[in-house]
């Protein structure tokens, strides 16, 4: 781990326009994360977790504040440059893991390869490779359905990494499953950290999860409550 902040969040405030009137749902959080650190987001819901992780993977924009990746403005880039770190720089998991129904396991993590424009031959051998590495080397021509919620999860861990991503931000990857299927999503998670040496930042409710990295960061009414080394 180097101590050069990799992000560096700067008075970050978020509002909505709701039709009883704004609502603040991120205020005043100022935060610096460095590079390799796994951080756990916890809180209860409603709190504005998940808002400040569509804001960090540059899916929204902040009303206000700054969030510096490698000391550059994220709100400052456009086009290609956005594109860039949306695609390439950021992997994201979803709760519901959003893979795409009518295509396999292995089309589903070959998928960001192709947009980004990657031969479908190196795509094909990218994709297999990493499932291999998060245990689902025998499933890969199956499809979303026909696989258990666990394995659906690593499908979508895959898919998060295959284009190298140097952040990892996952909401609440393992909400959905049962304690031993979050235990092992747990520690791919974490192993995953270590070989490819991300910067992860997980969303969790799951206690043992957030107690296994190395820095948990509460959230409560859309601030900063606390900020707990592990
Ligand atoms: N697009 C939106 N428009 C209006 N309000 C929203 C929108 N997205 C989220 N909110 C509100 O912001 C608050 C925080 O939501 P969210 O970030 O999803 O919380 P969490 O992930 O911690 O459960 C909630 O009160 C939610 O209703
Ligand atoms: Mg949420």
Request: charged share 20%.
């Amino acid at each position: 781990m180097s101590d050069k902040p990799l992000i560096e969040i700067c008075d970050l405030e978020k509002r909505f326009a709701t039709p009883g009137g704004e609502i603040k749902v991120l205020q005043q959080i100022n935060l610096k994360i460095v590079a390799g650190e796994r951080v756990a987001v916890v809180g209860t819901s409603g709190a504005g977790k998940t808002t400040l992780m569509h804001i960090l993977g540059g899916l929204d924009q902040p009303s206000g504040g700054e969030i510096l990746f490698e000391g550059e403005n994220l709100f400052c880039l456009r086009g290609a440059a956005l594109d860039n770190f949306r695609n390439r720089t950021v992997g994201f998991v979803f709760q519901f893991n959003q893979l795409l129904p009518e295509f396999t396991a292995l089309e589903n993590v070959m998928m960001p390869l192709l947009i980004g424009g990657v031969a479908r031959a190196e795509a094909l051998q990218t994709a297999g490779k990493l499932l291999e590495e998060v245990g689902l080397g025998q499933r890969l021509t199956h499809k979303p359905g026909a696989l258990s919620g666990g394995e659906q999860q690593r499908v979508a861990i895959a898919r998060a990494l295959v284009r190298g991503p140097r952040l990892l931000l996952a909401d609440e990857p393992t909400g959905n499953l049962d304690s031993g299927t979050s235990d092992e999503i747990m520690s791919l998670l974490n192993r995953m950290h270590r070989k490819h040496g991300l910067t992860m930042i997980i969303v969790t409710h799951n206690r043992t999860l957030a107690a296994s990295l190395d820095r948990i960061l509460q959230i409560e009414d859309g601030r900063l409550a606390d900020d707990i080394l592990n």
